[in-house]
T-cell receptor, first 111, second 115 residues
Framework: GNSVTQMEGPVTLSEEAFLTINCTYT??????LFWYVQYPGEGLQLLLK?????DKGSNKGFEATYRKETTSFHLEKGSVQVSDSAVYFC??????????FGSGTRLLVRP | EAQVTQNPRYLITVTGKKLTVTCSQN?????MSWYRQDPGLGLRQIYY???????DKGDVPEGYKVSRKEKRNFPLILESPSPNQTSLYFC??????????????FGSGTRLTVV
């Protein structure tokens, strides 16, 4: 079946460092891909999405590009802030509308 | 404000005592779903509903029931909770139209502990 694999955390960075969180997927066909963010004590919020190959999703300085060749959707940000500390989930959506999540990556940004 | 509302936010219960977690959305969404979140496993779908009176199992449905009598409500029922159902639960809803799905809105979560 479809699945999503993302790098294990925690990822600890200093403020203004460059962030990459890796995400790869397996799927039949071409799913839509998402990054969700979960701040402490809160639900999941959609961060960005891409619906077809080569699409780039972006929001709040975060970016991810849908790479069909490598079945990847890595999350990047050029300069992280303390307020970016959260858990990040990569997800794919199949034809039944179900979201399939990776295991989550905790990001901790130190001042 | 468009939102998905879950209650309660926190619940501690004992093994075998039936409980219901409520979920309500005010966006007239057709699709609703329940997930559980466990460390190292991400979120896994328990049940989903494509519309009123239409429900189906997700990946981990054992020990849970749902109902969809009204479009806005999608309660999760644990008839006989066990400690392995201790988890963080999320309800989500989504607009679907012409065979397309337009993104999920998640509730704030219910942290359930079964002792």
């Amino acid at each position: 079946g479809n699945s999503v694999t993302q790098m294990e955390g925690p990822v600890t960075l200093s403020e203004e460092a460059f962030l990459t969180i890796n995400c790869t997927y397996t799927a039949t066909g071409y799913p839509s891909l998402f990054w969700y963010v979960q701040y402490p004590g809160e639900g999941l919020q959609l961060l960005l999405k891409a619906t077809k190959a080569d699409d780039k999703g972006s929001n709040k300085g975060f970016e991810a590009t849908y790479r069909k060749e490598t079945t990847s959707f890595h999350l990047e940000k050029g300069s992280v802030q303390v307020s970016d500390s959260a858990v990040y989930f990569c997800a794919s959506r199949d034809s039944s509308y179900k979201l399939i999540f990776g295991s989550g990556t905790r990001l901790l940004v130190r001042p | 404000e468009a939102q998905v509302t879950q209650n309660p936010r926190y619940l501690i219960t004992v093994t075998g005592k039936k409980l219901t977690v409520t979920c309500s959305q005010n966006m007239n969404h057709e699709y609703m779903s329940w997930y559980r979140q466990d460390p190292g496993l991400g979120l896994r779908q328990i049940y989903y509903s494509m519309n009123v009176e239409v429900t189906d199992k997700g990946d981990v449905p054992e020990g849970y029931k749902v109902s969809r009598k009204e479009k806005r409500n999608f309660p999760l029922i644990l008839e006989s909770p066990s400690p392995n159902q201790t988890s963080l639960y999320f309800c989500a809803s989504s607009l679907t139209r012409d065979g397309k799905n337009y993104g999920y809105t998640f509730g704030s979560g219910t942290r359930l502990t079964v002792v």
